[in-house]
Every structure is written in C-alpha cells, then in structure tokens.
C-alpha cells in the first residue's frame, strides 16, 4: 500500500462541472503539497497546507489532519485547469516529500 | 526572477555512457532537490541539499548515481555508467530559507533516454 493515495487516477469533466480530487495518507505529516502537471510537462506548486483550508482563484484545498485526508476542488472548471494533479506529504522534521501517482483530468469545453 | 534552470533539456545517450544532469536553482534558495519521474514509479525524490550539504540521498538507485552542489547557485546530479532503465524526466527543485514549511519552485525538467 503506497504511503499517499490518491483518487481518482483519472476524471473527465465538462467545463463548468466542480471536480473533487482526493488524498489520503497513512504517514504523519507536517504538511500537504497539491502539485499541477501540465500537458508540457511543467511541475508548479498550487497549495502547501497543514491544517483547514487555503484557497486560490477556482482552487480549493482542504486538509483533515485527524483523517489524513486532503481534497483539492476546482470551482467552474475551465479546459485550460487539464492536467496532472498530484499532492506529496512531508513528513516530520524533513523536507523529503512522498507523492501520490496523481490524477489525470480533463475538462472539455 | 528566471526560475530553476536544468540543463540540457533532453538528453538522449546510449548504455554505458556518463551523463551530467545540471541545475541552478532560484537565487537565494537555500534547499534543492533532485526528483526523478517515471511511468512507472511517478515523482520521486532522489536526493536533497540544504545549504550545500547533502540531507537525504535515501533515493538515490545505486552508485550509479551521485549529485554534487560545490555551491548556492548549481548542482549537478551525474549517472555513469548509464542504463536503459534510468531513462526518465529529472526535474530540479529550490526553496527558500525562512519558516519551516516552505513550497518548492520546479525547473521544467531533463528527459533522458538511454538506448
């Protein structure tokens, strides 16, 4: 059983739709990163949170440390948010990050 | 700010050979990290260095493998001899000093193929 999990591998959507992609971890963490891969190929940091909720434009995440569960939403998806979603726990004491596979979504217009 | 720098973009080299993978991280960052990614085992983290100096190579595969930082502004992660199963997209990573939780900044990553 992989450390981070996430689901699902892969969502299609259509543009408008609200998307939910889960996380759920076993390991204890001192944070929670939510990662964006583009179709190019290009890593960008979207969300670093250890507790709540941080939200950003369309994007929410939110963090439920006593469940090891994190969500990352997407309000009023748009085609251009296609792309690889993954988040990656840090441990304690550590800047080493352990990923989830990712999810792979694709909205279309 | 020009981002993480890797150099080359691709690579393509035949068994055997050595490669130099290189990297300059933002300036002023104080932690980089090598990642590896593959099909098959995704994003991992190969090695990291904070200040320098080497933290964790946990994930570094084997003696094939070794990474240098001889300072702030570059590091270089080196493979000799290569082999067909290293072939993967490295990325290169920096973070800032400051507080403790600190998100990371990726360069746009080495593709590497071994024939």
């Known amino acids: 059983k992989n450390e981070v999990e996430q689901s699902p591998q892969n969502l299609t959507a259509q543009e408008g739709e609200f998307i939910t992609i889960n996380c759920s971890y076993s390991?204890?963490?001192?944070?929670l990163h939510w990662l964006q891969q583009h179709p190019g190929g290009g890593i960008v940091s979207l969300f670093m949170?250890?507790?709540g909720k941080k939200k950003h434009g369309r994007l929410i995440a939110t963090i439920n440390i006593q469940e090891k569960h994190s969500s990352l939403h997407i309000t009023a998806s748009h085609p251009r948010d296609s792309a690889v979603y993954i988040c990656?726990?840090?441990?304690?004491?550590?800047?080493?990050?352990?990923f989830g596979t990712g999810t792979r979504l694709q909205v279309f217009p | 700010d020009a981002g993480v720098i890797q150099s080359p973009r691709h690579e393509v080299t035949e068994m055997g050979q050595e490669v130099t993978l290189r990297c300059k991280p933002i300036?002023?960052?104080?932690?980089l990290f090598w990642y590896r990614q593959t099909m098959m085992r995704g994003l991992e983290l190969l090695i990291y260095?904070?200040?320098?100096?080497?933290?964790?190579d946990s994930g570094m595969p084997e003696d094939r493998f070794s990474a240098k930082m001889p300072n702030a502004s570059f590091s270089t992660l080196k493979i000799q001899p290569s082999e067909p199963r290293d072939s993967a997209v490295y990325f290169c990573?920096?973070?800032?000093?400051?507080?403790?939780?600190?998100?990371?900044?990726f360069g746009p990553g080495t593709r590497l193929t071994v024939l």
């Open positions: 990573a920096s973070s800032p000093p400051g507080t403790r939780y600190n998100e990371q900044f």
């Open positions: 390991v204890g963490i001192s944070a």
């Open positions: 949170l250890s507790s």
């Open positions: 990656a726990a840090r441990g304690y004491n550590t800047d080493k990050l352990i």
């Open positions: 300036s002023g960052h104080n932690s």
């Open positions: 260095f904070n200040n320098n100096v080497p933290i964790d």
